[in-house]
T-cell receptor, first 112, second 114 residues
C-alpha cells in the first residue's frame, strides 16, 4: 500500500502562478522527500525535510511539514513551463534501512 | 561519474519469457533498490540491497529475483514474464542507510509483456 497520497492528482496553471501540491501519509516518518519526474525520465530529488523541521526553502521551492496532521505541502513559486512534470512525495521510517515509500504523484502542467 | 545506469531502455517480452534488467552505479553506494511504476501511480519497491551479498524483499517482490554479487551491480530477473509485469522499472542507489540519505535514480526500463 502507498504511504503517501498526493493531492491534487493533476494541476494546470499559467506561467508565473504559484503551484501548491499536498501529500498525506499514514505512519510516523523520519523524513519526507519530494521528487520530480519529467515525462519518460527518471526521478530527480528536489528537497528533503526532516520530521523535526516545519519548513524548508530551496530556490523557488518551499516545503512544509505538519507531523500532527501527517501532511506536507510543496509550493513552487513563479512557475515556469519547464516546471511541467509529475511531483512525488516519498517517506521513510516505515521500511528497513533507507527505502522510500512513494505516493501516486501530482501531474503539474504549466502553460506558457 | 555516470551515476545510475539501466539497460535496456525498452524491452518487449512474450508471456513466459525470462529476462534480466541491468542496473549499475559508479558512486560506490551501498544501498540499491528496484521500483516499478505503473501508469498514473507512484513507485512501489520490489527488492532492495543494503550491500554486496545482502538482499531483501520490498512491497511487491513476487515474480522477481535479485542478487548483489558486487557493490556496483544489482540486476533484476523476471523468471517467467506475465502481462501484469508490464511497467516502468527504476533502479536507485544511495550512499548509506542513514536517515534522509538522498536516493539517485536511473532513467528507467520500459517493459511490455504481451
Amino acid at each position: 500500500s502507498q504511504q503517501g497520497e498526493e493531492d491534487p492528482q493533476a494541476l494546470s496553471i499559467q506561467e508565473g502562478e504559484n503551484a501548491t501540491m499536498n501529500c498525506s501519509y499514514k505512519t510516523s516518518i523520519n523524513n519526507l522527500q519530494w521528487y520530480r519526474q519529467n515525462s519518460g525520465r527518471g526521478l530527480v530529488h528536489l528537497i528533503l525535510i526532516r520530521s523535526n523541521e516545519r519548513e524548508k526553502h530551496s530556490g523557488r521551492l518551499r516545503v512544509t511539514l505538519d507531523t500532527s496532521k501527517k501532511s506536507s505541502s510543496l509550493l513552487i513559486t513563479a512557475s515556469r513551463a519547464a516546471d511541467t512534470a509529475s511531483y512525488f512525495c516519498a517517506t521513510d521510517g516505515d521500511n528497513a534501512g533507507n527505502m522510500l515509500t512513494f505516493g501516486g504523484g501530482t501531474r503539474l502542467m504549466v502553460k506558457p | 561519474n555516470a551515476g545510475v545506469t539501466q539497460t535496456p531502455k525498452f524491452q518487449v517480452l512474450k508471456t513466459g519469457q525470462s529476462m534480466t534488467l541491468q542496473c549499475a552505479q559508479d558512486m560506490n553506494h551501498e544501498y540499491m533498490s528496484w521500483y516499478r511504476q505503473d501508469p498514473g501511480m507512484g513507485l512501489r519497491l520490489i527488492h532492495y540491497s543494503v550491500g554486496a551479498g545482502i538482499t531483501d524483499q520490498g512491497e511487491v517482490p513476487n515474480g522477481y529475483n535479485v542478487s548483489r554479487s558486487t557493490t556496483e551491480d544489482f540486476p533484476l530477473r523476471l523468471l517467467s514474464a506475465a502481462p501484469s509485469q508490464t511497467s516502468v522499472y527504476f533502479c536507485a542507489s544511495s550512499y548509506s542507510d542513514r536517515v534522509g540519505e538522498t536516493q539517485y535514480f536511473g532513467p528507467g526500463t520500459r517493459l511490455l509483456v504481451l
